[in-house]
C-alpha cells in the first residue's frame, strides 16, 4: 500500500474503453491506423481543424517526428524553453541539434516572447513553444518572429489539448504540434500521442515518416502501386487497441474537461486567501487564454517553505510533486553549453513551484481534504 492516501495522479476512465478494445479486437485489425486511430484521427482534425491529425507511439515520438520534419541537421540550433520536460529538447539533440535555453516568463512559466529574437542566430532551424499547463504561449508575437525569419515554430501541447489563445485551438497554429497521452494527461490511453500538422505540404512526408521511410500510407490509399523505401522514418504508429481505449476518452472531451475546470477553480477559489496570507502565488493566466485545465500548482517563497509544505501534506497522506528541474543545468544541459545563471526565471521558479493533486476522478471529499491541509499549513 502506498502512504498516500490522495495519489498526485491516477489514471481515469470515461466508460467505453473496454468496449471499445474488445472490438478493436473483434475487426481483426489491431496494428496501426485501424478503425479506431481513423476515428481519433478524425475527431481531432474536425474538433481542432488541423490539416491532419496522426496519433503516434507517444509525445516524445511525436517531437522528433517534428525534428525529422523540420530537417534538423547536426549543427542546427533549435530555441527551447529552460522550463521544459527532457524530450522537449532530447527530440531534437538526438538529430544532431544543440538546444538554445531561453528564460520562461515569471507570470506563465512559458518561453519569454521578449528574449526569443536575441536568442535566433543564423543556425537557428526551429522554435519551441511548450504551453505550460495547458495556457498559451505568446503565440502572436512568438508566429511574427518566426514568420520574419522564416524559422518554424512548433508547440509542445502536451498539456494543451483544448486550451485556446485569443479564440484559436492550441496544437493549431504552429507548422506542427504535438500531443501526449500518457497517463498523467487529461485524456489518456497509457502511452500515447499525436502529432498535428497544420502546414499541408509536410503531410506526406509525415507519413512517410512514421511509417518506416515508406510510401505504405500513399499505398494503401491506392496512390501507388506498390510500397517502398523513399526516405529516413522510423516507426510511430500505436496499436489500434490503444487508439480505441483514447477514442472512449476523447468523446467525453466536455464531461472530462469540465470536471477539470470545476476542480481547477475550486483550488483556486478556496486557497487565494491562505496563499496571500502565507506568501505563496496561484497560478497566473492572462485574459487572451482558454486554459486546459491540465495542472494546478502554488509557487512557494521559497525552497524551504516548499520542503515543509511537502512533508506537510506526506503526513497527512497526500502527495503533492515539484516539476522541471532547470534543463540548462541538467548534467546533459551542462555538456550542450548550459551554464547556471543563464535563465534565472526558470531556476528561480523550479525551486518553488508545487503541483497538488489533479485528476479526472478526484472527488469533492478528497479534494476537500487537500484543500483542509493545505489551509492548515503555517509557515
Ligand atoms: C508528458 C510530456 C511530454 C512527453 O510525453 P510522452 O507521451 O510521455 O512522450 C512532452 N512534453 C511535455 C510538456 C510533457 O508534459
Known sequence: MSRYKIPFNKPSFAGNENRYITDAIARGHISGDGHYSKSCHKLLEETLGVAKALLTTNCTHALEMSAFLVDIRPGD???????????????????????????????????????????ITPRTKAIVALHYAGVACEMDQI???????????????????????????????????????????NFTCGEGGALLINDPALIERAEIIREKGTNRSRFLRGLVHKYTWVDMGSSYLPSD??????????????????????????????????????????PGVPAECEQAWHMFYVLCRDTAQREKLIDHLTERGILAVFHYLPLHMSDMGRKLGGQPGQCPVT?????????????????????????????????
Open 77 to 119: 540550433e533549435v530555441i527551447v524553453p529552460s522550463f521544459a520536460f527532457v524530450t522537449t529538447v532530447n527530440a531534437y539533440v538526438v538529430r544532431g541539434a544543440k538546444p538554445v535555453f531561453v528564460d520562461v516568463r515569471p507570470d506563465t512559466l512559458n518561453l519569454d516572447e521578449k528574449l526569443v529574437e536575441a536568442a
Open 143 to 185: 508566429l511574427e518572429i518566426g514568420r520574419c525569419r522564416g524559422i518554424p515554430v512548433i508547440e509542445d501541447n502536451a498539456h494543451g489539448l483544448y486550451g485556446k489563445y485569443r479564440g484559436r485551438w492550441l496544437g493549431s497554429m504552429g507548422c506542427l504540434a504535438t500531443q501526449s497521452f500518457h497517463e498523467t494527461k
Open 241 to 282: 487497441m490503444l487508439a480505441a481505449f483514447l477514442l472512449a476518452q476523447l468523446e467525453h472531451r466536455e464531461e472530462i474537461q469540465g470536471r477539470r475546470k470545476a476542480i481547477w477553480q475550486r483550488y483556486e477559489r478556496e486557497l487565494a486567501g491562505w496563499a496571500r496570507a502565507q506568501g505563496l502565488t496561484l
Open 347 to 379: 531556476e528561480n521558479i523550479s525551486a518553488r513551484l508545487l503541483r497538488l493533486p489533479f485528476f479526472n476522478s478526484l472527488t469533492d471529499e478528497e479534494q476537500g481534504e487537500v484543500i483542509g491541509a493545505l489551509q492548515a499549513f503555517q509557515g
